[in-house]
């Protein structure tokens, strides 16, 4: 069945292949190329319409032409952009079209004649399109989030092509917020997310051409300002303000003065950056207080926002006017102030600590602080007002003017008049005068207004005579009293002071004053063989002057006179010590006291015998001032001084009254001691220790921590010891033992030994680099300073020990004889310059001659 089939369809083949085979040759014709029925090209292109003819004999062709679409014959005058152009070497016409034009477009008609008898015809129809353009797509398109914005992608072709958009390969179809239309892609309320590129895309599908642009759609953000708060500026400093907008892209910034209009670009003393949005204003001054704006313009839109901008003014006191009133009457003091904004205005006085409040004091219902403010003005008012004045109202006030520029302060002074007083003199003591010397009494009383002072006696004012003379009536006086030898002139004056408002009288005596009485008794305090003090009661003064000193005069018992006795003299109640007397030696003492009008008359004489010379005076231990008593103790004996170490203290002492014969030695000694039932016990004690009588302190050392000792501190003469002088230490702890929690530790002791052992680990390091490189170190001198030093030598001089015997017994080396060089050996020898300032000098050694530079020997056959 499948045989019969292909042979079938095998004989239709070869059926239909010998039909068109045998078919009859095609009749005259022309033959237009290029060989379409229509042709289809671009507008612009350049091309040819190209007619031949087909026949037997190309000889019998005539009238050969073109046709236009309007069926007019195209000519050679390149009319309507196109021109006729014949085949070169054949039969043939061309018609030619430079640039392809719209108008173009059409049937084009090829005639001839055959023969002149046959007309032969053939025609091409020429379809003309335009290419895809884009006339309207920007690359770059901006739109402005929350409005409807068309991305504009305009084509033009002909035949027109279809648009199709893309974001990111996404195909955009009409729906929801997109619509594509024929300007562009339009998208409703735009967002920030719509940001992106995207892709227009035009096709021709009849001609199959496609062309695609891409479009970068950035959206567009407008401006938002921050608002601005107030701002405040003290004149003459600077100022910044900042604006603050948000925008894509990021906005420009320009400053407006709000009152004048001003582009604060321009104006002196501003500095406006568009780009941050900064106003500097330097040196700020009164009259830049405004309103400023802000404009902050991006392609967007544009923001602004005001600002406050307040210049303060620091306050200036402009008046602050003293005041004097009378006592018991009101007053006021005024402080008058400006600033911006008006300070707040009130007063302190200096002698108080804190200023007063507005209204009534609450410690004090005299005062009251008001305060006005004149705003238009800028200016403020205080006023302090005080009734019923005291004297205590008098003194200096402060007006405060505050404001939060700054503080302006000043002083005022409320004078309080009062009347004349000796309230604070009314117990002054009486002038003193003595032989014919002059009474100076002096009058001061306390007076505002300053008072006049008029002086009586016996209620009769006095003026100047022989006897008085008045220097002053205001506001002090004095009266010169001359009494000579008359007893009435030692009496009570009168002082009256006057002024407007009032008077006041004092009672001011003059007396007459003499020298001391004789002393009452002095007796013997403490006595040793060279020094007595004595404990002296002086005479009654019976309000006579005060005494000024206390004089002794003493001399041995077997002189008869005092007139070769010797003085000494006290300040009067300083302790009555005399000292450098003689032992076994009887004195005779007497006393005198004196006073500025001379010295009082000798006591009786005391006669005392000095002891004989004996061992010193018991010592003072003194407390260093970084120790303190252990709170435990309760006397003298049982102090416990603290010392700040833990091995050490540093004792000091008053150097004993020797006792008549000096001093040689202090004697210490120390012991361990501690408190069983109440009970100090001593433990064991060190040797005596001895310290020179230069010095007055010694320092214990080697002490244990935590301890208690005893310290004992002996003086001593030829004649003997003192009593001993105790006192007991405490040394302060030591380190707390350090007791491992789970692994032992490395003591400080181990750790100071590890440090040790490193240091001398480096250094003999670097001491065996210096003597390998350098033969320097201290190795290199033990070296050549040793036996192996004499090995070296042997390698570089030979040995000395093959040499025969020395006679010195030593077995020293042969001598090394020195010799200049090149000078004789009797010559001494000369230094002379070598370079780098080292001097060149030759040895003779066992027959050979070496030269060597100082510090060095080379041998003559040495390698080195």
Known sequence: MGTAIFGLLLGVVLAFINTASCQPEPPEHLDIMPRFVVVSKAIGEKMALTCKPVVRDTKLITQIEWLDPKNRRIDSNNRNHMYLQNLPGDIGLMVVFPSLRTEHAGTYTCVAKYANSVELKNNVTLEIYEDITFVNAPQNQYPIINTDYTIKCEVKGNPYPTVDW??????????????????????????????????????????GQIKSTEIKVEVLIPPKIEPIPTVSVTEGDSASVKCIASGKPPPKYTWINVGTSEDLRKADRFNVKEINGELHISRVEFNDQSLYKCVATNEAGQAETTVDFKVLVKPRIFELINVTAPIHTETKIICKAQGRPPPKVHFQKLSNKAPFDFGKQPLDSRITLDHQIITDKGESIGTLVISNLNRSDDGLYRCIAENPAGTALKNGHITVEFPPTFERTKNRPPTWTWGRRP??????????????????????????????????????????????????????????????????????????????????????????????????????????????????????????????ARNHTWSYGAPYILEDLLPEVTYNFRFAARNDVGIGAWSNQETISMPRRSEPAEPKILLPSHSYIDENSSSRQDLVAVSPYADRYDMRWNVPNSNGDPIIRYIIRYCQTEKVNGEWRDGECSEEIEQSVQYTQYELTNLFADTVYKVELRAENA?????????????????????????????SGAIIGIVLAAILLVLLVVDIACFCVNRTGILATLCYRGSSKHDEEDQKLGSYKAAPAHPNSLNLPMPVKLIPTPTDETEPLKTRDQ?????????????????TKPGTITGKHSAV
């Open 719 to 747: 004649i003997g010891k003192s009593s001993p002088a105790q006192i007991r230490i405490k040394t302060a702890r030591g380190m707390d033992t350090v007791i491992p929690a789970e692994s032992p530790a490395i003591s």
């Open 166 to 207: 893309y974001k990111d390969d996404v195909n955009i179809v009409t729906q929801d917020r997109y619509i594509v239309e024929q300007q562009g892609l339009t998208i409703k309320n735009v967002r920030e997310s719509d940001d992106g590129v995207y892709r227009c895309t035009a096709v021709v599908i009849s001609t």
């Open 835 to 851: 370079p780098n300032g080292e001097t060149q000098m030759s040895v003779e050694y066992e027959g050979g001659k070496v030269y």
């Open 439 to 564: 009474g100076n009494i002096s009058c001061i009383p306390e007076a505002i207004p300053n008072a006049t002072i008029v002086w009586k006696h016996g209620g009769i004012e006095l003026k100047d005579s022989p006897n008085f003379k008045i220097e002053g009536t205001s506001p002090v006086s004095n009266l010169i009293v001359y009494p000579g030898n008359e007893k009435g002139f030692y009496s009570a004056y009168e002082c009256v002071a006057t002024n407007k408002l009032g008077q006041d009288v004092i009672s001011l005596q003059l007396q007459q004053a003499y020298k001391p009485q004789m002393i009452q008794q002095a007796k013997t305090q403490s006595i040793t063989a060279t020094t007595i003090k004595f404990r002296v009661e002086g005479p009654p003064l019976e309000d006579g002057l005060p005494l000024k000193t206390l004089t002794v005069q003493y001399k041995p018992e077997r002189e008869m006179t005092w007139d070769y």
